[in-house]
């Protein structure tokens, strides 16, 4: 069905590679096209969590393709920046949790793609970067939006006006990723993040997710308040009967998402 994605499924998680090798997994129309297809149709009922990836172990996804970009005009620039701003978001607002398995190069679009899942993890040969600038063009799949959010203003202007890439430590340090582990643990490091999620009870993590993404723009008591409302529907669920019952009576508990 898909030329440039790979899609596996293990239980309850479902796992999208970016599978253009060639050029080191750089995005393109056609790869941004079928990633917007493939989540457009994605179960959230289905599966709990998304793991999404890059082929080989030397790029997760090391930017845009230069080589399309290359001849566009202003008004082909600016629907080329949208295409992937527009997919990227579809991630971010995704109704399961996304976590990012970041193996070699995350350059400009690979960055900005990690910065739209709700977790990175990295293997120690990770590069993160914003190069942009050095191409005359900036971060146009969101990046000037979420990297400031993530790791500050002062750090995320650095890493912009500088293009300059930085290794897994130093994308620890910054918090722009959650762990680093060896490149031959990091599918498995990913897999049991995945699982944890998975085990827990499906609707109050999609709340969660909701709350997290909504509340950031919102003063305090806006927040407090919107936070309140889902907290109140998450006891309509049998998902909360279910699980405080097995609580009390020290039982195991298997949540069915209702």
Do not use: W
């Not at 300059?164 to 340090?173: Q, S, T, V, Y």
């Amino acid at each position: 069905m898909y030329n440039y994605i790979k899609i596996e499924e293990k239980n309850a998680i479902a796992i999208l590679t970016i599978s253009a090798p060639k050029s080191l997994n750089a995005l393109n129309t056609t790869i941004l096209n079928e990633m917007d297809n493939y989540l457009t149709h994605f179960d959230c009922n289905r599966y709990r969590c998304l793991i999404i990836t890059g082929d080989g172990e030397k790029s997760f996804v090391a930017g845009a393709d230069i080589s399309e970009m290359a001849n566009l005009n202003e008004p082909q620039g600016q629907t080329f920046g949208n295409r992937g701003a527009m997919v990227f978001r579809k991630i971010e607002t995704l109704h399961v949790p996304v976590i990012a398995a970041v193996n070699g190069f995350a350059l400009g679009g690979g960055c900005e793609l990690a910065m739209a899942c709700d977790i990175r993890i990295c293997s120690e040969n990770a590069r993160f970067g914003q190069p942009e600038v050095g191409l005359g063009i900036i971060p146009g799949f969101s990046g000037t939006v979420r990297l400031a959010r993530l790791v500050g203003m002062g750090m995320a202007k650095q890493l912009i006006y500088t293009g300059k890439p930085i290794k897994a430590d130093e994308a620890l340090r910054i918090g722009l990723v959650n762990a680093v582990v060896p490149q031959p643990e990091l599918m498995d490091k990913a897999m049991e993040i995945a699982n944890q999620i998975a085990a827990n009870a499906p609707l109050a993590v999609k709340a969660a997710k909701l709350c997290i993404n909504s509340e950031y723009d919102m003063d305090v008591d806006e927040a407090i308040l919107y936070e309140n409302g889902i907290f109140g529907h998450c006891f309509a669920t049998e998902d909360q009967k279910n699980g405080m019952k097995a609580f009390l009576n020290k039982e195991k508990v298997t949540f069915e998402g209702k």
